[in-house]
C-alpha cells in the first residue's frame, strides 16, 4: 500500500482510485493507515474465508490468513486484470498498474 501511495499523484492525475482492503479490524486498519500516511479509503474487517472464495484469492486456512492480491478494475467495475500471491512475493506494484493501464487505454484507442 505504501508503494500505491508514493505513486498517488500520478494515479490522481490520471482520474484513477485506489482503494484498500484489510482483513483487519477498525483499529488495526486505521493503524496501518496512519503508519502509512495512506490518503486512499481502505476497508476493514473482510472475511478472509469468504474473500478468497468469491475471488480466488489465496486463503492459508492453517496459519489463518489471506495472501495479498490485487486487481485493476475497469470504469465499469469489471475486474480488467488480477495478481494472486502465495507468498511473499508477487504483488501488483505502482509503476507496473500505471504501465498496464496506459498500455490497455492506447490499446484500446486503436483498436476503435
Not at 479490524?25 to 486505521?30: D, F, I, P
Not at 474473500?51 to 490468513?65: C, P, S
Amino acid at each position: 500500500m505504501a508503494d500505491f501511495q508514493g505513486r498517488i499523484h500520478d494515479f490522481n492525475e490520471k482520474g484513477i482510485k485506489i482503494v484498500g482492503a484489510s482483513v483487519d479490524n477498525l483499529e488495526n486498519a486505521g493503524k496501518i493507515v496512519e503508519r502509512r500516511n495512506l490518503s486512499f479509503p481502505v476497508a476493514y474487517g473482510l472475511d478472509a474465508g469468504q474473500f478468497a472464495r468469491l475471488t480466488g484469492a489465496f486463503f492459508d486456512e492453517a496459519k489463518g490468513y489471506l495472501h495479498a492480491t490485487g486487481f485493476i478494475l475497469r470504469p465499469d467495475g469489471r475486474i480488467d486484470d488480477a495478481v494472486y500471491s502465495t507468498g511473499p512475493i508477487g504483488r501488483l506494484v505502482a509503476a507496473d498498474t500505471l504501465f498496464m493501464i496506459d498500455h490497455r487505454v492506447k490499446t484500446a484507442s486503436e483498436n476503435k
